[in-house]
């Protein structure tokens, strides 16, 4: 799942003319905390070299989803 979350997350910040790396924050919500290594993984992946600040907690309230991550993104006009 998180690699799907990744895929819909690079789509959105394309409409503004974003990547990845113009990720300055993410917000991680896991429904099991015991899945953060592989989560972990798969983040570090996808963003490479590049480490946004980011918060993970666990939300014991998450329906049909096992991760969700919001970000915050800025790139200087031109």
Known sequence: QT???FQRLEAALAL???TLQD???ASVWL???RDFGSF???YMECFGDHRPARSTVQA???IDAKVEIDVTAYKPRN
């Open 23 to 25: 990720v300055t924050k």
């Open 31 to 33: 429904a099991d905390a």
């Open 60 to 62: 014991l309230l998450m």
């Open 16 to 18: 503004a003319d974003c």
């Open 3 to 5: 690699r799907q979350v």
């Open 40 to 42: 972990n993984r798969v």
